[in-house]
């Protein structure tokens, strides 16, 4: 922490990871962190997982961005990157910047609103191996990455698939209130994620996605493995209550 306070210091990406890794049980250094300058999209979003509302807030605040505009302002690149020789990792960043999706089946095929309200209701309720694959279908994610976000007790990452996926308000209004559902919120959680989901931009909402597919990106799944990540369940903070601080230890 006394490293995170030195402002004056320019911190390697290198460095940031590790603090990172970190800073998953630390919440005085998730703050310092998230005061860094060097703090990158790809860091912010993979702190997500386990910080709490507030943090949560900070960090799409802070990050918030409109792809279309930036689209627009390296169209001119697209040609120049994606010709024979052209840097591969411009080429990934652009791809990532122009992916465009739209909910689709387990055949491929373009599916309509009911299908995807029908889908997230059945999730929100039960998450058995195929409705997970089906969420991850619908969104264009990993099953791994739809199965986190179903866990996910804060209901942030919902909101954020949610609007992704093009969910209208009425129905995210009925998929907070869902009777039976695995994971239920209270009228005041309901009415935050209400908010958020109001003040989200779709095309935001699909970007976070992208940095959340860890396993498409070799960059994130670095930093996972300093946190020892196992491919199945993060250590979040409503998550961390069910192992010891000294397990996490271990895997840093």
Same mark, same amino acid.
Not at 25 to 44: K, S, V, W, Y
Not at 177 to 191: K, Q, T, V, W, Y
Not at 223 to 243: C, F, K, S, V
């Given at each position: 922490?006394?490293?995170?306070?030195?402002?004056?210091?320019?911190? $390697?990406?290198?460095?940031?990871?590790?603090?990172?890794?970190?800073?998953?049980?630390?919440?005085?250094? +998730?703050?310092?962190?998230?005061?860094? +300058?060097?703090?990158?999209?790809?860091?912010?979003?993979?702190?997500?997982?386990?910080?709490?509302?507030?943090?949560?807030?900070?960090?799409?605040? =802070?990050?918030?961005?409109?792809?279309?505009?930036?689209?627009?302002? !390296?169209?001119?690149?697209? =040609?120049?990157?994606?010709?024979?020789?052209?840097?591969? !990792?411009?080429?990934?960043?652009?791809?990532?910047?122009?992916?465009?999706?739209?909910?689709?089946?387990?055949?491929?095929?373009?599916?309509?609103?009911?299908?995807?309200?029908?889908?997230?209701?059945?999730?929100?309720?039960?998450?058995? /191996?195929?409705?997970?694959?089906?969420?991850?279908?619908?969104?264009?994610?990993?099953?791994?990455?739809?199965? =986190? %976000?179903?866990? /996910?007790?804060?209901?942030?990452?919902?909101?954020?698939?949610?609007?992704?996926?093009?969910?209208?308000?009425? #129905?995210?209004?009925?998929?907070?209130?869902?009777?039976?559902?695995?994971?239920?919120? /209270?009228? #005041?959680?309901?009415?935050? !994620?209400?908010?958020?989901?109001? +003040?989200?931009? =779709? /095309?935001?909402?699909? $970007?976070?996605?992208?940095?959340?597919?860890? $396993?498409?990106?070799?960059? %994130?799944?670095? %930093?996972?493995?300093?946190? #020892?990540?196992?491919?199945?369940?993060?250590?979040?903070?409503?998550? %961390?209550?069910?192992?010891?601080?000294? +397990?996490?230890?271990?895997?840093?």
């Amino acid at each position: 922490t006394l490293l995170l306070r030195r402002t004056e210091f320019t911190l $390697s990406p290198q460095a940031i990871d590790t603090l990172l890794a970190r800073s998953v049980t630390d919440p005085e250094r +998730q703050n310092l962190l998230l005061g860094r +300058q060097e703090l990158d999209p790809a860091h912010g979003f993979i702190m997500f997982w386990w910080g709490d509302a507030q943090r949560r807030r900070r960090i799409l605040q =802070r990050f918030v961005f409109n792809r279309s505009i930036i689209q627009e302002a !390296l169209s001119d690149l697209y =040609r120049e990157v994606f010709t024979l020789g052209g840097d591969p !990792l411009a080429r990934d960043i652009l791809t990532m910047l122009d992916r465009r999706h739209r909910p689709r089946g387990t055949a491929g095929q373009v599916v309509s609103p009911e299908v995807v309200l029908k889908t997230l209701i059945y999730a929100r309720r039960s998450a058995p /191996d195929e409705l997970i694959h089906g969420v991850g279908m619908l969104a264009g994610i990993s099953s791994k990455l739809a199965a =986190r %976000i179903l866990q /996910d007790p804060g209901g942030e990452p919902f909101a954020i698939l949610s609007k992704a996926v093009g969910v209208s308000r009425r #129905d995210f209004y009925k998929l907070l209130n869902l009777p039976e559902a695995e994971i239920e919120f /209270d009228l #005041d959680r309901a009415d935050d !994620l209400m908010a958020l989901f109001d +003040q989200i931009a =779709r /095309d935001f909402a699909r $970007s976070i996605l992208r940095y959340w597919d860890w $396993s498409a990106n070799p960059r %994130i799944a670095n %930093i996972m493995r300093l946190i #020892d990540y196992n491919g199945t369940e993060l250590n979040m903070p409503h998550t %961390i209550a069910r192992q010891s601080k000294n +397990q996490l230890a271990e895997g840093l």
